[in-house]
Nanobody, 124 residues
Framework: QVQLVESGGGLVQTGGSLRLSCTASGSIFSIDAMAWYRQAPGKQRELVARIFSERRKNYADFVKGRFTIFRDSAERTVFLQMNSLEPEDTAVYYC??????????????????WGQGIQVTVSS
């Protein structure tokens, strides 16, 4: 069982900044990757950024250079620092975590977890 708590969304003007946060908790043995996706109305969900380690990060072309993904020292919280925001960035942003969890019986398995989503709105 993995719980994801997201925060940091809101309304910002064009050119402004927001920082999204997602904290994972539960019966987690290890986390392989943490990521942010987004989905705008009428569009498919798309990957924004993913982090495996500080040296291994992936960014979508449309945000590279403006957004930065990073984790805290405990590697249980992932952040997405969003700068130079544009109206096209308006969407619901979802935290995604790939992790190895431990069951009550002691067995382990890989699971994919999703946050409930947080709204980011960039006004023009």
């Amino acid at each position: 069982q993995v719980q994801l708590v997201e925060s940091g969304g809101g309304l910002v003007q064009t050119g402004g900044s927001l920082r999204l946060s997602c904290t994972a908790s539960g019966s987690i043995f290890s986390i392989d990757a943490m990521a942010w996706y987004r989905q705008a109305p009428g569009k498919q969900r798309e990957l924004v950024a993913r982090i495996f380690s500080e040296r291994r990060k992936n960014y979508a072309d449309f945000v590279k250079g403006r957004f930065t993904i990073f984790r805290d020292s405990a590697e249980r919280t992932v952040f997405l620092q969003m700068n130079s925001l544009e109206p096209e960035d308006t969407a619901v942003y979802y935290c995604n975590v790939d992790s190895l969890v431990v069951t009550d019986s002691g067995a382990s398995r890989y699971v994919i977890s999703w946050g409930q989503g947080i709204q980011v709105t960039v006004s023009s």
